[in-house]
């Protein structure tokens, strides 16, 4: 024990580098987890506060799930209640509370601008009069009581600095309303429900604002002391609805507040996989070559008597010293560092993350087993392979690695890599995701084929090297093949870094492109007037024709969008002028006509004229259309939420009642002067619309996923950062295994400056090596990942090109980087020293 | 650069080291003091040493373990820094340079065979036989080349690695190192110490006929009588002073003297 810390005292730098590779994976493993169990805890706990006092809840019947795209609704569609549905719940025997609760889109306006933006949703509800139904408290002011007064969450108060008293508007379906706020509400303890601003009206104003005939959902209080499985079954016979039982609806609401931070979590877990992955590639090259350093020495104890298991045990407890020292330095970092995330998390726009901080026992447990378990583990393999060398062999054979690369290794490996590749273009020619599952194959396929990968570039650029850089280039390149297995792991971290930028990048850049290009190609219109929020229309109807009117305007066409169920799907549906839409965006029909929606027909957007004539179905929440298939077009009006069907806007309403407009296009007349400042004007004189040049319409489609990259480049940032720690350890430790080459080389004459070229050269190599490979990969990989699984959404493959040059430029300079410390200080060491250290 | 002192020093106080003239000598010492550590636990490795190797001539350095002899060899070779005194290679004051002319001069007038640790494991023998002369961006004379691979014997080892090559062939890949820049000075340390006989009388040969043949001065420390035996002179060291300096050596005559200092 006492020699396991002398020697970890004796070689600090190599430990205090190890270490912090060890400490940043388990920071951020921990932040990872911290951060999510607060934001879902802090939800969890608000939501169950809130509906404690509701024992059932009856609902419409599910239409449809949610598609589960990325611009699919989130929520399930249901059917409308009946009217009096209320009414007849609280007839019911056992019953001893009903309330309506009616729920809808209600955003806050004031002088004449929405407020808040971001992720949370606008939620218009009504105010439950029973207090043990409502899942609200009022914290200042009164109920609403007359139509006209609103209250609002304290988050909404807080963000607009409002009272009660203040005059305000509300936009809702039916347009823009005056309101008094006459009070302020919690969701139970919390400033606001998770994810929502609400708006909370009077019993009296929420048919007629939130547009809807029926309550959304009724709350149930069954009284006490009857049976609530007898009360919830007779409910159930009561009409075609379903009941739910308060805890399972408590448990569901939970999860659909925290499903999008499921997605966030399921990214930030990802991210600290590849950190603690790339951790474990430098504790155990560490190792590796610590034993390999002590192998005489450990044979000199062998040959005088200690066993195989006293000397493993020696270098546990070392891997257990550090490995328990880096992990709790880690814990106290990651729980200090929950708020850095929490601002890299903001970047994506993610709203939901003030609270307390949640710090669990499993979040701790879990960081700790992972950081010091990987420790052991990646100093364990490496001491067991040095201890079962038998002693005579270790005294005479010198500490350097083996150069040969074991082909069984490498062949094993090529059959994964062929597998991989195999199941990527099956699954691009198929279309079926199940094959894409074979392409992660290709990450053991490189841990195996890594070292035969490097020996072959070492030697390929070999000849460059030297004609680049003369003989250091030959001996850098040398170096690489020298240790291949060392190279290679190191190598690995780089690679996993590129792999995941590249990723992301071919996704976003894709996506991106997918829900611009439509825009790109399509628009005509000269001006675009867009809605608040992306997910839901909220321009006032009267604005088209507002707008129509103004002088030297030659066109306006208006989209609205409403949610409906094609095939148990729930699918964005948009509402069109079929005349005057194809003058100012160009839907592109391949087959049918676009004039013919306006006798009842839809417009199918996809590739395949062939769906030409067929029948559709659409369910809408109160209604179900069944139309005739009359055309089909090859682009969609762009953005997240662009519809993937069209029909005539008459049809729509018909439908499901009146609809606010999601978009604006806008064509003024030839010679026009001063049109696009008086449309501004109007614009801006209405709440929830905004107005936008063509070039900033085409400009700021897919600027959601913008804010999403920002997000993904800092951990990006981070996973980076560990990664060049690897370099830098990995890079000091061969210089110092190769001290005896490096002073021969002082003492034959190369300058500190050439060693340190050396250095930097061999690293250059190598981080060069390790991104192609890495973006060549994820090229592949994101390639079929994409094709296969990105549907409508993302129609086709946009490559990033000049991210990934980027990405392979700052990769190599990053290892430079990375390499100039150890660089430096092989060259400042005295040439006697080099040459005697090892002797 | 400080000119050398007077040749007159040198010559009273060893004059049987130095074969004619003090301007001959290819390396020089003068009042060398090498001390390790400060105060109570310094060790003084070098103790006021003036020496000069003579050019053209096969010089070998002998004491027992600690003399002082390799802290001599690497002060002289401008490997390791002086506490006091000077070094000089040929008329170069060593502690006048920087690092960057140090090392411009170890690669431009000074040859290196070690014991172990010769060779660039990553190079061929040949690019390890140019390495000094490439590092200085010179190519190597052909003719010196060949003449330097033929007598070492190792025409058909050039494009072998290290890994590849036995001890003795490695090591004579070191000498044709260290030979073929054609440097002012060879120093040798131990240069047989890690081989067998043959292949350290084979090395000892080949050295020996550079001097003959080209006028190589060679500086060589080693604790082996047969090995200094086939040099010009030898200079004995204990305790870091030159204790005594016999010309023309025997194994004989070199073992006398050894057994004279072991009492």
Redesign the interface.
Known sequence: MRSAARSVLASRGRFVLTGAAITLSVAFLVATLVLSDSMRGRAAGDIAEALAGTDAVVQGVVLGEPGGGPGDPERSVRRSLDSDITERVATVDGVDGAASQWVGFAKLVVDGSSVGTGTASDVGRNWVADPALNPFRLARGRPPAEVGEIVIDRSLAGDAGLAPGDVVQVLTTTGIHDATITGVATFASADAAPLQRTVLLPDGAVSAWLDTAAPTEVLVDVAEGADRAEVLDRLSELTEAEVIDGPDHIRTMQDVATSPLQFLTVFLLAFAVVAVLIGVTIIFNTFALTVARRRRESALLRAIGAERRQLLGGVVIEAALVGTIATLVGLVCGVAGVGALRWLVGLAGITLLTGPTIVSTTSIAVAATVGIGATILSAWIPARRAAATPPIEALRESA?EA?VVSPARTASGLVLAAVAIAGGAVAVLRSSAAWVVLVVAIVPALVLCGPAIVTAAARGSARVARRVA??GG??A???L??SPRRSASTALALMLGTAMVTMFGIFATSLTSAVGTDVRDGLQADLVVTSATADFPTIDPTLAGRIAALPEVDAVAALSIAEGIVAGKAEAIGGIDPTALPTLFDLDPIAGDLADLSEGGVAVVGDDPTLLGGTLAIEFEGSTLEAPIVAVVARSTGGFEAPLYFVDRATLDASVGRLLDALLFVNLADGAVAADEDVRALVRATPGSFFETRTEHVANSGSEIAAFRNFIDGMLLLAGFIALLGVANTTALAINERS??L??????????R?LRRIVRLEVALLSFVAASIGIAVAFGFGWALIDVTGGAEIPSVVVPWSRLAVTLVVAVAAGVVAAAWPAFRVSRV???EL?GR?? | MSSRPDSTVVDRQYGSALSGNADDAAAMLVGAVKRYGFGQSAVVALDDVTIGFPAGKFTAVMGPSGSGKSTMM?CAAG??QLTSGRAFVGNTDLSALD??EL??L???RIG?V?Q????????TAE?NIC??L???GRRPNAAVLDEVVSLLRLGDRMHHRP?ELSGGQQQRVAVA?ALVAQPQVVFADEPTGNLDTRSGQEILGFLRSAVDRHHQSIVMVTHDPNAAAWADHVVFVVDGRVHDVIDHPSADSVIDVMKGLGR
């Open positions: 350097a150069r003369g003989v030959s001996i390149a040398g170096n093949a020298a005896g080459e002073g021969l080389l002082r003492a034959v004459g190369a300058t500190r050439e005295p040439v006697l040459a090892d002797r | 690497h490997l390791d690092d960057r090392t411009r170890r690669r431009e290196f070690f172990a640790f010769n060779l660039v494991a990553t190079l690019e390495l000094p490439t590092l200085s890994t190192r």
